[in-house]
């Protein structure tokens, strides 16, 4: 099976022969920030949405962005075509690049840029019948998770004990407010009222949570960004989850309790066909 082709640092080439420095500051300091790009049809969902979000988080830590918007259309649209006809998750990756190993920034270092493109693996169908289940735990990362940073040790860890209680998200408390999951974002729906945490440096601000936001009050369904206590959360009668890979997840338990009935909630089972006739309209 050959090898799929990946870009780095103007150059397409098979993964198996895309090779980093050692001394890359993305290797040696986790310097670098990414993206993630879910693609329908052939196409990149909401482009220009996520290149805001990267060029934000670029400069938050003051990377200079290496590439044009129609310079990133370009690569992520050859990424896709030589990729396949299926649904694909799109991964670029900017490093502040190599240089000997010190903690301040390097003088006229060169950015390492890589991106790739790989299938979109679908949401098994019974997850949608029966919901997942998650665990909380304390927030303990740092205070710009707003910067979508390559440095995820946190998140893994707080993953991986969600993991090892055999849950498939951590959803992660501050302050008494819910903040985010480890890799997603958090919805709850309480007295009808569909509820996110409002965007700010807690949270890595998702577009899939912006869709969501987007279509909940295009079809006049009741929906407000405002904190979460946590008292609140775990009275909820629906909680879910989104990510460009996700989309949008019911969960029906949490820290092995049921949320309501423990079944997915009418009113997440709207907004998950909402989310499908969206993504049915780019095919047109």
Do not use: C, W
């Given at each position: 099976m050959?090898?799929?082709?990946?870009?780095?640092?103007?150059?397409?080439?098979?993964?198996?022969?895309?090779?980093?420095?050692?001394?890359d500051r993305g290797f040696i300091f986790g310097d670098g920030?990414?993206?993630?790009?879910?693609?329908?049809a052939?196409?990149?969902?909401?482009?220009?949405?996520?290149?805001?979000?990267?060029?934000?988080?670029?400069?938050?830590?003051?990377?200079?962005?290496?590439l044009s918007n129609r310079q990133w259309q370009e690569i992520i649209d050859k990424l896709i075509a030589t990729t396949g006809p299926q649904d694909q998750s799109v991964y670029l990756h900017i490093t502040r690049g190599v240089a000997q190993r010190d903690h301040s920034f390097p003088h006229n270092a060169k950015h390492t840029v890589f991106a790739m493109s790989n299938i979109l693996q679908t949401v098994d169908p019974e997850l949608l019948k029966t919901g997942i289940t998650a665990i909380t735990l304390d927030d303990i990362r740092w205070q710009y998770c707003n910067i979508k940073s390559i440095s995820l040790l946190p998140n893994i860890l707080l993953r991986q004990q969600a993991v090892d209680k055999d849950a498939a998200e951590a959803i992660l408390i501050r302050d008494d407010k819910v903040t985010e999951g480890a890799a997603s974002n958090v919805f709850?729906?309480?007295?009808?009222?569909?509820?996110?945490?409002?965007?700010?440096?807690?949270?890595?601000?998702g577009i899939t949570r912006d869709l969501i936001v987007e279509l909940a009050k295009k079809h006049g369904m009741p929906i407000e960004e405002t904190s979460i206590s946590e008292q609140e959360f775990f009275k909820a009668d629906e909680i879910w989850?989104?990510?460009?890979?996700?989309?949008?997840?019911?969960?029906?338990?949490?820290?092995?309790?049921?949320?309501?009935?423990?079944?997915p909630g009418i009113i997440w089972q709207s907004m998950y066909q909402k989310y499908q006739n969206f993504k049915k309209s780019l095919h047109n």
């Open positions: 050959n090898s799929p082709l990946v870009y780095l640092n103007g150059e397409y080439l098979p993964l198996d022969q895309a090779k980093i420095s050692v001394l920030i990414y993206e993630v790009i879910p693609a329908y052939g196409k990149a969902l909401r482009f220009e949405h996520h290149m805001q979000r990267l060029q934000r988080s670029l400069d938050a830590v003051r990377i200079t962005n290496p709850i729906v309480s007295g009808g009222v569909i509820k996110t945490p409002p965007k700010d440096h807690k949270i890595l601000p989850l989104t990510s460009s890979t996700k989309e949008v997840l019911p969960v029906t338990q949490i820290n092995e309790q049921p949320v309501a009935d423990g079944k």
